[in-house]
């Protein structure tokens, strides 16, 4: 059984920060690429960041420059720093395993975002 537990969502105001983290088993960190997506309600899942091969990483265009994805091997975890949050930023925030590049894999519950005033 996979299981990733992601933490860190809530409420934050526009131009805000936030971290998201993304907690799993050794085997599961070792074994999959790890990243992030989000959704809104009536779209469909999109990717934020995520590790690839290699240890490199990709974003969204949206979130260059604003989001900041790292890993922490001695915790089996990883993070999304997440600043100047925008209105848009709002989402379901999802962490996801998978063996880069193919499709699918395992998602955690998902952790809500909401920026707003």
């Known amino acids: 059984q996979v299981q990733l537990v992601e933490s860190g969502g809530g409420l934050v105001q526009p131009g805000g920060s936030l971290r998201l983290s993304c907690a799993t088993s050794?085997?599961?960190?070792?074994?999959?690429?790890l990243g992030w997506y989000r959704q809104t309600p009536g779209n469909q899942r999109e990717l934020v960041a995520r590790?690839?091969?290699?240890?490199?990483?990709v974003y969204a265009d949206s979130v260059k420059g604003r989001f900041t994805i790292s890993r922490d091997s001695a915790k089996n975890t990883i993070y999304l720093q997440m600043t100047g949050l925008k209105l848009e930023d709002t989402a379901v925030y999802y962490c996801?395993?998978?063996?880069?590049?193919?499709?699918?894999?395992?998602w955690g519950p998902g952790t809500q975002v909401t920026v707003s005033s």
């Open positions: 996801n395993a998978r063996v880069w590049p193919s499709q699918g894999g395992y």
């Open positions: 050794g085997s599961i960190f070792r074994t999959y690429n």
């Open positions: 590790f690839i091969n290699s240890g490199s990483t």
